[in-house]
């Protein structure tokens, strides 16, 4: 394992996710973790990531005694190299300027570490190094920055002001390869086959003989969760599909393709749109909407669970960036802008126990596991999709039919999308393809002419967007072409609708979702 300690850059869940590609474990603690759980993952290298605070701040975070004891290679970036430097004697101050985005260093000394040469890096910092400790030797350096880089080889403590994690560095790989690879002499074992079999160890050993139930949403995360558990626990598993009616064309059946080889009759698909239909006739609130559906599932899921008898644990979907956020030193807690709820977000009084197989994988990585478990490339490749479903997207008030319309509408828009090759297939490269693509059913009606007859009918918008984490976003620049095919067979082949339009809106300040 590779330790990473959080001070609380908003890089920090990059390094992990850039060691892992290197096919080596890596862990997140806040850089205040008790010694005992820094211990007890063997860490054969430690990083020690930026952060926001300067090291003279009088509450600023420091570098625990465990960290310099445990005799393993050492790399502090931006504030980590910074902390390194004050504890071991050196000097930081405030910088003049805060230096941030890219720049240059020019390597000055041979080193295990970084690549000779001149080479583009992304800095972002305040304070700087006005002395490096004792034993330590300039590495590298830049006009701003003199201390770019620095190193106790002998003792195989490094320290970057540049961030090697973010792409803005195109050697950063390389020099965290080096680090991890070589300096730290980390086995390259981190392969989809070794996640399985941590994750189903780390399953039967929770578990022991009881019964599991999971609750499966279509969504990528929920089908990997209960994929690893099938195969930790066998027939000690059930799931459960809940069709809220508010699915997307063909959804059911592709879900019931995946598990029902998997898990036989103890897959149970339950229609109960009937039920979520009813709750939500008159609902046109979208806040309202998205609380009639979380009660009606609980309510559903409920019935199903008791019919199994005695169940011990619940099967939970949580990734690790969720894991890590959750503990994370002080961060600014988003205001509440809509009310997220999975579905799958569950009773909380019925005293199960989670099961969390994905708790220390990051999303790229339950794709591969998925893959790796055989589940059908179309369920781990999709794009999210809302808990509460076509709800959202249907705006206004809530009928089978409107429903139908914009299931057709958005079919069409992810047909003409996969055919051109618009739809993002893979975690890197590709940015300009739209990570997420649907169509919204507007709750206006709206003028137009067909075949010399007037018509008066409703709007379809299609929404598709470029982003990387789903928080900020950008409008897809599809081809016009494109746009003007699916607009036509959308007023040509689904009756109700006479009109399509493009939402051009970034987030922020718009949402992707429309409610
Ligand atoms: P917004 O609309 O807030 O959405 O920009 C960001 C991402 O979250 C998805 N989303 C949801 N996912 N339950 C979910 O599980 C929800 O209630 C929900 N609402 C939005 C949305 O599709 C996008 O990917």
Known sequence: TILILDFGSQYTQLIARRIRELHVYSEILPWDAPTTKMEALHPVGIILSGGPS????????????????A?????????????ITRILGGQVIPAGEREFGPSQIHVKKENPLIPPGILDVWMSHGDRIDKIPAGFEILAENPSCPFAAMGNIAQRIYGVQFHPE??????????????????????????PESMIDLAVERIRSQVGDSRLLSAVSGGVDSSVATALAARAVGDRLSAVFVDHGLLRKNERRYVEKAFT???????????ASEWFLQGLEGVSDPETKRKVIGE????VFE????SLGKIDFLVQGTIYPDVVESSAPERNKAARIKTHHNVGGLPEDMNFKLVEPLRYFFKDEVRMVGEALGLPSELVWRQPFPGPGLAVRC????????LERLRNADAIFTEELTASGWLKRSATGEDDRAAQAFAVLLPVRSVGVMGDQRTYQEVVALRA??????????WARLPADLLGRVANRIVNEVSGVNRVVYDVTSKPPGTIEWE
């Open 54 to 69: 300067s090291v003279y701040d009088e509450e600023a975070p420091s570098i625990q005694p465990y960290i310099m004891q």
């Open 261 to 271: 080889p998997l898990m036989g009759d103890r897959f149970v698909c339950i229609d």
């Open 296 to 299: 009606t599932f609980i309510r």
């Open 303 to 306: 019935n199903h669970a008791r």
């Open 71 to 83: 005799g393993v290679p050492l790399l502090g970036i931006c504030y980590g190299m910074q902390a």
């Open 465 to 474: 967007v470029t982003t990387e984490d789903f928080m900020t976003a950008d």
């Open 395 to 402: 705006l206004g008030e809530i009928t089978a039919e409107r």
């Open 166 to 191: 973010v792409r803005h560095t195109p050697q950063g790989l390389e020099i965290l390869r080096r680090f991890v690879l070589e300096i730290c002499e980390a086995e390259a074992t981190w392969t």
